[in-house]
């Protein structure tokens, strides 16, 4: 009865690899997120969907695209990959904008 | 711009003493606070939250307090257990309404 999943768990890949991290709730909330945790623990928020529609987009390199096939699922693909792009990605959901989120248990990136 | 910012990075505390950890924030504007637990490995979890209009809420064994004067938010754990030890977050609502702007964290340990 996993709330927020996201696979994998733990992915190591080398500089200049593709890769995509995926995000799943059954929660039945319509707003989707991604955080990226850095190796001192500082938490910011990438992207949010509301509803498949992007909402937010930090400052985030356009390496970087979330994709929502449905209001269930929120996929991250990352190209080209860099070494600092190595930190702990999470999922999160809300049910509305501004609703209580609910965190995935994050995927670990490292890039070598 | 906005920040918010915890004062001390780690707080130990013997178990059953009560635990207070602080968080300060810049953005005077902000109506929303929240706290959050992230156990080692996993993500954040909610643990209470406070409006604006608020100075003080209570919940099992937590109390949030509010000082819009200084722009400071406490959270307070009565008898800490073991089972407390964990990293905690303020996070306060920024624009839109969906985006949390996370503090720096606090780990807190519990000894015997």
């Known amino acids: 009865d996993t709330a927020v999943s996201q696979t994998p768990k733990y992915l190591v890949t080398q500089m200049g690899n593709d890769k995509s991290i995926k995000c799943e709730q059954n929660l039945g909330h319509d707003t989707m997120y991604w955080y990226k945790q850095d190796s001192k623990k500082f938490l910011k928020i990438m992207f949010s969907?509301?509803?498949?529609?992007?909402?937010i987009n930090e400052t985030v390199p356009n390496r970087f695209s979330p994709k929502s096939p449905d209001k269930a699922h929120l996929n991250l693909h990352i190209n080209s990959l860099e070494l600092g792009d190595s930190a702990v990605y999470f999922c999160a959901s809300s049910q509305g904008r501004g609703g209580e989120q609910y965190f995935g248990p994050g995927t670990r990136l490292t890039v070598t | 711009g906005e920040s918010v910012g915890l004062h001390l990075p780690t707080l130990s505390v013997q178990e059953g003493d009560n635990s207070i950890i602080n968080c300060a924030y810049s953005n005077s504007a902000s109506d929303y606070f929240i706290w959050y637990k992230q156990e080692s490995g996993k993500g954040p979890q909610f643990i209470i939250d406070?409006?604006?209009?608020?100075d003080k809420r209570q919940g099992q064994r937590v109390t949030v307090l509010l000082n819009k004067t200084v722009k400071h938010l406490s959270l307070q754990i009565a008898a800490t257990q073991p089972g407390d030890s964990a990293v905690y977050f303020c996070?306060?609502?920024?624009?839109?309404?969906?985006?949390?702007?996370f503090g720096t964290g606090t780990r807190l340990q519990v000894f015997p």
């Open positions: 969907y509301n509803n498949k529609e992007l909402i």
């Open positions: 996070a306060e609502r920024g624009v839109p309404a969906d985006k949390l702007i």
């Open positions: 406070i409006r604006s209009n608020m």
